[in-house]
């Protein structure tokens, strides 16, 4: 078998305006103000980095990562998942265009965190994928974001 290799932004790239980060300033100075009225200055503390932490992460642009479908397994990064830690997988297209999903492939690993990895992937290379997973004996599941993230991407992040 031939390896697949493709490329993808680590997560989508939002332009966000002024105002989206004088609303988590504000919020993040009121929070702080509200623990320290209480006496929860460890929390208050907790709260100011993490706006300062989330106010960085909006403003860093993300990397590209590298994938490939090869012999061994599903590499990300220089990280292997060889085919027989995968539990089972799921290539998501829009074929009807209606929902305008974009195209993800999800496995669902042994890992205690974050059990089940979306990635994003070229429309043309589905089939080509999901061909490979059945090759080696990869279930198939169907699996879909979970409400978190869309959540996230509707809150701007």
């Not at 490329?7 to 980060?21: G, H, K, T």
């Not at 997988?89 to 690993?109: C, H, R, Y």
Request: hydrophobic share 50%.
């Amino acid at each position: 078998m031939d390896k697949l290799e493709w490329s993808a932004l680590e997560y989508e790239d939002r332009e966000r305006s002024s105002d989206w980060f004088l609303a988590l300033g504000i919020i993040i100075v009121c929070s702080v103000i509200a623990a320290i009225i209480f006496g929860n200055y460890f929390f208050a503390a907790l709260l100011f980095l993490s706006g300062v932490l989330l106010g960085f992460f909006a403003v860093k642009k993300p990397d590209t990562v590298f994938y490939e479908l090869n012999s061994k397994g599903l590499k990300i990064r220089n990280q292997t998942f060889p085919y027989d830690s995968i539990k089972s997988f799921w290539v998501q297209v829009d074929s009807t265009g209606e929902n305008k999903l974009a195209p993800m492939l999800f496995i669902k690993t042994e890992r205690m965190f974050m059990p089940i990895m979306g990635i994003p992937i070229e429309e043309a290379a589905a089939e080509d994928i999901r061909d490979i997973m059945l090759s080696k004996d990869v279930p198939e599941e169907e699996m879909a974001e979970h409400a978190s993230q869309k959540i996230m991407e509707a809150l701007g992040f």
